[in-house]
């Protein structure tokens, strides 16, 4: 069993910071691509930024240059550094990691059960 759990989310005020994580446990042979995803209401479930285990990024246009993804191999642990958070950024934020457990060959998707993030006055 492989399980992702996020936390860091929460209320914060236009221009502020939050800092996410997301940890993975379980029978972990190995951790690939790790990812966040968000979905605001009534929106669909976006890509927001990405990390392969050779520490190249990817980030959604909306939130280059504001957020920062990172990870931390020892501990099978990914972040996310919220800058300059707006209203617009408000939404359920998701982990997301590719991994090979020890149980099982392929590489698996695995979500997180998400976390809120309400950027609001």
């Known amino acids: 069993q492989v399980q992702l759990v996020e936390s860091g989310g929460g209320l914060v005020q236009p221009g502020g910071s939050l800092r996410l994580s997301c940890a993975a446990s379980?029978?972990?042979?190995?951790?690939?691509?790790m990812r966040w995803y968000r979905q605001a209401p009534g929106k669909q479930r976006e890509l927001v930024a990405a990390?392969?285990?050779?520490?190249?990024?990817n980030y959604a246009d909306s939130v280059r240059g504001r957020f920062t993804i990172s990870r931390d191999s020892a501990k099978d642990t990914e972040y996310l550094q919220m800058n300059s958070l707006k209203p617009e950024d408000t939404a359920v934020y998701y982990c997301?990691?590719?991994?090979?457990?020890?149980?099982?060959?392929?590489?698996?998707?695995?979500w997180g059960q998400g976390t809120q993030v309400t950027v609001s006055s």
């Open positions: 990390i392969s285990s050779g520490g190249s990024t």
């Open positions: 997301n990691a590719d991994i090979q457990s020890r149980r099982y060959g392929g590489l698996v998707g695995y």
């Open positions: 379980g029978s972990i042979f190995s951790i690939h691509t």
